[in-house]
């Protein structure tokens, strides 16, 4: 099989990057090649990427009062950035427009938030963020907020809010992701009952392999394929090793697990790059995401299901929910 053909034929998906925080700290410009970070257009087009997840991630000092706001910067940051490469870059509001930016192309970006203190408590303020081009949330960071606790708040064993269920469920009426990477085991669990579309693990990875706290362990994985969901591997070494830097075949060995125990229709990419600070060797940034496609098939996956990790299954969620 040819690697190299296999990737420039199929849809390459990344469901999490935290770039657009460069954008608004920084002059950085997306339309320009940098040596440092892990994405810009450029490095985009070597990596054969044709949809991107942009996440907005709000810092600690905006929140909780003023995450709305910062949330609208985060915006204009990036819509700035699309306008000033148009010819490079379209916004996904649909699976059709990810479809035509590909003819046509130009990397399709999808725009999600983490974090869901973007709302401050207001299912209008959610209505208004789709109507600005938001397609997918993660409902917390790893602290608690109005919506459901996180990962890293284990102490309350709480779970989602009653406001959280609403907002799970205007989120499916609406046609919006929900994404449950950063949840506490509890509120995991609440948003698998909650929802009724499939949801994503934007960039998590298998506990059973790794025990970092933002790990899914197996019955999670198993609850969240049943629901037709989509988990997307993150690139960060400490989710994918104990210690030390980890190395393509690492985020090989976190996809077999997957595909062992669930199937291979529920693993994606979900790099987490210019988010995380240690990458794994031979995967130093997007453009060298045609490596990852040359590894699994010299691991010996079939090109169906490869084709399926680069970007298939993730689209198969966008068109069910989204449209």
């Known amino acids: 099989m040819d690697s190299a053909r296999l990737h420039a034929e199929s849809l390459v998906a990344d469901a999490h990057c935290d770039t657009v925080l460069r954008v608004i700290r920084s002059d950085f410009s997306l339309g320009a090649e940098h040596s440092d970070g892990h994405i810009d257009l450029p490095r985009l087009r070597r990596g054969g990427v044709n949809l991107q997840f942009f996440a907005l991630y709000i810092e600690p000092q905006f929140k909780p009062d003023r995450s709305t706001k910062r949330v609208l910067q985060l915006l204009d940051a990036f819509y700035r950035e699309q306008a000033a490469n148009t010819d490079l870059l379209s916004v996904a509001l649909s699976a059709q427009d990810i479809r035509t930016a590909r003819n046509e192309g130009k990397i399709a970006a999808l725009l999600s938030i983490e974090g869901g203190e973007a709302l401050e408590g207001d299912l209008g303020v959610l209505r208004m963020l789709y109507r600005l081009g938001v397609r997918a949330i993660g409902l917390t960071w790893n602290e608690r907020n109005q919506i459901a606790d996180g990962v890293g708040e284990k102490s309350s064993g709480g779970g989602l809010t009653d406001f959280g269920r609403q907002v799970v469920a205007e989120m499916n009426r609406l046609g ?126 079939d090109e169906a299901d490869i084709r399926g990790f680069l970007g298939g299954n993730f689209m198969r969620v966008i068109e069910q929910i989204i449209g």
């Open 176 to 301: 919006m992701i929900v994404d449950v990477s950063h949840l506490s085991e509890r509120s995991y669990w609440d948003c698998i009952e909650a929802s009724a579309h499939p949801i994503i693990a934007s960039h998590s990875n298998a506990k059973a392999l790794c025990g970092h706290v933002r790990n899914l362990n197996d019955d999670q994985i198993k609850a969240l394929a049943k629901k037709g969901g989509v988990m997307g591997i993150n690139f960060s070494s400490e989710f994918l090793v104990s210690e030390g830097q980890a190395q393509i075949s690492d985020v090989v060995r976190h996809i077999a697990h997957i595909c062992a125990l669930v199937g291979p229709d529920h693993v994606g990419l979900g790099a987490d790059y210019d988010g995380i600070t240690v990458p794994p060797l031979g995967l130093l940034d997007v453009s060298h995401f045609p490596a990852l496609t040359q590894a699994l098939v010299e691991h010996g996956f």
